[in-house]
């Protein structure tokens, strides 16, 4: 089966950073764009950062942008997100998803991860 | 920003059929994908390029106008679950979900 596996979550203090990767497996991750999306405790979907398959282009919430980095390295199928500056607002459960496409534009996501969390507290 | 309305909570009885909307300006210039998430557990994909049916799956979508609309047939219990609607907002460059709808089965 097609898997993405995140890892990195845990606890952290109020403007402290943390590195969040997802692993691909048993697709052709240079092919596909890819997302992280976040869950805040009683809330709904958020959408948090795109990058295309190339990395040519990157995409940001209005939320993050400025904090947080999305990046990948195709050689070792890995998806990658720094989170810094963070703040209790940031607490969610994050997953990484693949991408229908190689672009983002209209593209929407056929395979997420089981998720990692991240509580900011202090 | 571009926005997506869903209604907050829909319920259905065992066996009929379900439907929950996505309201958006001009939605159907748009290309919407929706999503379930039961408790516990990572979103699905359910509905693909606004009406593409995943394999093995009960749901079917429209869009046009201002309106998505996501429907379930046959409604079991185990279909209770937040659903999503998603467009690309591409004058942003933004991936857009809506709200969510708590489905509840009766």
């Known amino acids: 089966d097609v898997q993405l596996l995140e890892s990195g979550g845990g606890l952290v203090h109020p403007g402290g950073s943390l590195r969040l990767s997802c692993v691909a497996s048993?697709?052709?991750?240079?092919?596909?764009?890819m997302s992280w999306v976040r869950r805040a405790p009683g809330e709904g979907l958020e959408w948090v950062s795109s990058i295309t398959n190339t990395a040519g282009n990157t995409y940001y919430a209005t939320s993050v942008r400025g904090r947080f980095t999305i990046s990948r390295d195709n050689a070792k199928k890995t998806l990658y997100l720094q989170l810094n500056s963070l703040g209790v607002e940031d607490t969610a459960v994050y997953y990484c998803?693949?991408?229908?496409?190689?672009?983002?534009?209209?593209?929407?996501?056929?395979?997420w991860g089981q998720g990692t969390m991240v509580t900011v507290s202090s | 920003s571009y926005v997506l309305t869903q209604p907050p909570s829909v319920s259905v009885a065992p066996g009929e059929t379900a439907t929950i909307s996505c309201g958006g300006d001009n939605i159907g210039s748009k290309t919407v994908y929706w999503y379930h998430q039961k408790s516990g557990q990572a979103p699905v994909l359910v509905v693909a390029?606004?009406?593409?049916?995943r394999s093995g799956m009960r749901f079917s979508g429209s869009n046009s106008g201002n309106t998505a609309t996501l429907t379930i047939s046959r409604v079991e219990a185990g279909d209770e679950a937040d659903y999503y609607c998603q467009v690309w907002d591409s004058s942003r460059d933004l991936v857009v979900f809506g709200g969510g709808t708590e489905l509840t089965v009766l």
């Open positions: 998803a693949k991408h229908l496409e190689g672009v983002t534009s209209g593209s929407g996501l056929d395979i």
């Open positions: 048993t697709f052709s991750f240079t092919t596909y764009a």
């Open positions: 390029y606004d009406s593409e049916r």
